[in-house]
T-cell receptor, first 112, second 112 residues
């Protein structure tokens, strides 16, 4: 079945530095790749998503890149702030399956 | 709009007991899903529904039942609780395929 691998599982950066989280998917037919942020005690919330017909998407300090050939996509956070500390999940969706398959999560700590 | 509402927030069960986790959404979304979140394993799909009267199994369906009699509600039933079902459970809804999923606040379930 479809699988999504996510690395690293934990990431610590200094405030102001950049953070990169990488995911690899197994199903080459996957065409939608959302990223979710989960703060302590809350449900995940969408922060950015990308579709397979786009190679990169930016929203202020957050960007996502997609490499369809290699079947991987990455989340980039620039100028990190303490409020970026959270668990981040990538996911992939394949047409006709109605399911989002999530990665195992990355706990990001931004050190002040 | 309340979004996705889950009840209860916390629950302790004894092995063998049954219970129902409630999920309701007020966004008229067709797609609803149940996930469990365990340390190091990300979000795993239990059951999902693409509309009233339609349900299907996800990655880890054993020990759980669902029904979807209305668009708004998608309850998850634990038939005979086991310690392996100790987890945090999230309900999510979305408008359709490849759209933002909205998550509830989660139910922390402990089975002793």
């Amino acid at each position: 079945g479809e699988n999504v691998e996510q690395h690293p599982s934990t990431l610590s950066v200094q405030e102001g530095d950049s953070a990169v989280i990488k995911c690899t998917y197994s199903d080459s037919a996957s065409n939608y790749f959302p990223w979710y942020k989960q703060e302590l005690g809350k449900g995940p919330q969408l922060i950015i998503d990308i579709r397979s017909n786009v190679g990169e998407k930016k929203d202020q300090r957050i960007a996502v890149t997609l490499n369809k050939t290699a079947k991987h996509f990455s989340l980039h956070i620039t100028e990190t702030q303490p409020e970026d500390s959270a668990v981040y999940f990538c996911a992939a969706s394949t047409p006709g399956t109605y399911k989002y398959i999530f990665g195992t999560g990355t706990r990001l700590k931004v050190l002040a | 709009n309340a979004g996705v509402t889950q009840t209860p927030k916390f629950q302790v069960l004894k092995t063998g007991q049954s219970m129902t986790l409630q999920c309701a959404q007020d966004m008229n979304h067709e797609y609803m899903s149940w996930y469990r979140q365990d340390p190091g394993m990300g979000l795993r799909l239990i059951h999902y529904s693409v509309g009233a009267g339609i349900t299907d199994q996800g990655e880890v369906p054993n020990g759980y039942n669902v029904s979807r009699s209305t668009t708004e509600d998608f309850p998850l039933r634990l038939l005979s609780a086991a310690p392996s079902q100790t987890s945090v459970y999230f309900c999510a809804s979305r408008r359709g395929q490849n759209t933002e999923a909205f998550f509830g606040q989660g139910t922390r379930l402990t089975v002793v």
